[in-house]
């Protein structure tokens, strides 16, 4: 017999049916009410930048480069919040130059409700300010692996040969060359070109010009070479300055083709001093200015052709300036 309408009521009256279930509706409203209101936090590390700061100038020594941001409140306005919603930064407008000195952090909030409390450690950063240099430093190609059986690997040329670095002069002073991640040759037997990335160092604090360079890669049959000791020479010097190479001499392995001897090749090993100036801004030490230049080889009448290798590429050079006697009287 299928239950009818009056006995599903009286049943239902019978058990206090009704009544339990408006309790347990009210008990899950209040449980969705007490469970959004709890309170609840979040927290991000973020970077921390700086504003004003003059273009001359630029940051050393810092005591901290990331913030811990605790983010405080009801648990359904942090849903949505996240580190983007989120900037802390120092002023800079007040910073002098040669001073380690503390700033107070700000936190800059984007999109965040007014509700949600947010607090940062530290709270302050100590800096030391610097003058900013601008300096061309070499890059240098590295390789990886060796050739095809009866090949040599010749001189790899970065084009451009020079990748421009500004930075504090306390991280730029000590950097005399730019490595290219490695290039790898393994088993190849013709020449053949390629882009490379920079290594960059303290990518950070130092900025670049360029990020990425072609490279000539040349494979050469071992038996189209011979090699030849050649004296450095200095082109290109620049008035009031005196240029002297700690290297006097490299070693050159050249291409022979059409049965030419090495001597026909009239070779000849320079540097150029234009290619190295001094800079107002270049520390010197004890008088002198050390720089790392690179070795050209001039072939006859054309640069680079048909080079091969130079041992070693490149050279330190010392940098002094001219002194000028005193004009005596009559």
Partial sequence: MKPNAESMKAWAAKKNFIPKLVSIILAVILWGYLTSSESGDVKFKVPLTYKNLDQTLTVSRLSNKYVMVKVTGRKDDLQNVNSKNIKVFI????????????????????DIPDELEISINPDEVKLFVEKKIFRNIMIKPRHSGDPDKGYVLGRIKAHP??????????????????????????NRNATFKTPVKLEKINEDEIDYSISEVEVTVPLIPLADTASVELPVLVKNRVKGFVYDTVTDKVSVNVILTQNRSVESLELTAYIDASEIPVMSNDLAVNGRYEKEAVVHIKNGVSDEDGVLSVMPETIKVLITREKISPVSGE
Avoid: H
């Fill in 91 to 110: 002023d800079l407008s007040s910073a002098r130059v040669g001073e380690f000195s503390s700033f107070k952090i700000q936190v800059e909030r984007t």
């Fill in 161 to 186: 040969e020079y990748v421009r670095i500004s930075g504090s002069a306390s991280l730029i002073a000590g950097i005399d060359g730019i490595s290219t991640e490695y290039i790898f040759v393994n």
